[in-house]
């Protein structure tokens, strides 16, 4: 199975997405788990190496043509952190998705970007997005919510703001964070038989 983590905006939680799924496909036991980091930034990479979580596999593929290699041959369950802004690799890597999980933030400036996202996904694909660094109870949250039900979008998990904040290449995996990325997980994998 392959997970597509992606948007076309950069900032909003894409390698934290990425690795919290990889994370939790280990706990539910799914091996091997490979994520693929094709971002340049390579910030999925560096943090897995800082804090190397057994049962995850890293393979840096920062192009198209490696990336779509990558996925390709990888076996088991397969997460790929692709890049912000580079619709070529996105493409690529969501062109062979079983799943794709959009990361976003609570906020307007959000919406277009997400939406230009959803278009490259073929039709057949599954998808939801994810609110990250969410301020639980706030205005802001529930008009996102709304909005995306609104669009026929499902909302696939709401990370709250501790969690985003707690976590980076500085920081191991939080069980909070485990817990509600299962969330996220088990929606992604609905679809796959």
């Keep these: 199975m392959n997970i597509v983590v992606t948007s076309l905006k950069g900032g909003v939680g894409k390698s ?18 490979t ?44 997460v790929v952190d692709t890049p912000p802004g580079n619709e070529r690799v996105t493409q690529s890597a969501v062109a062979l998705a079983d799943a794709v999980v959009i990361p976003t933030r609570a906020g307007g400036v959000e919406y277009s970007r997400v939406s230009a996202t959803i278009e490259l ?3 057949r694909t599954s998808y ?35 969690v985003s904040i707690a976590a980076g290449p500085e920081a191991r995996l939080s069980r909070e964070g485990l817990e509600n990325y299962d969330v996220v997980l088990g929606r992604a994998l609905r679809g796959w038989r």
Excluded: F, H, M
Aim: hydrophobic share 45%; glycine share 8%.
């Design 121 to 123: 996904i073929p039709k």
């Design 35 to 78: 994520l693929v980091d094709a971002d340049p930034q390579a910030s999925s990479a560096e943090w897995l190496e800082l804090w190397p979580l057994p049962g995850i596999t890293v393979v840096e593929s920062p192009s198209e043509r490696t990336a779509t290699r990558s996925i390709e041959r990888a076996e088991g369950l397969v």
């Design 16 to 33: 934290t997405t990425s690795i919290y799924l990889a994370g939790a496909a280990v706990e539910r036991g799914y091996e091997p788990v």
């Design 128 to 162: 939801g997005v994810v609110i990250c660094a969410a301020r639980l109870g706030t205005n802001d949250l529930e008009v996102a919510i709304a909005w995306w039900k609104e669009q026929k979008v499902e909302v696939w998990g709401v990370i709250p703001e501790r």
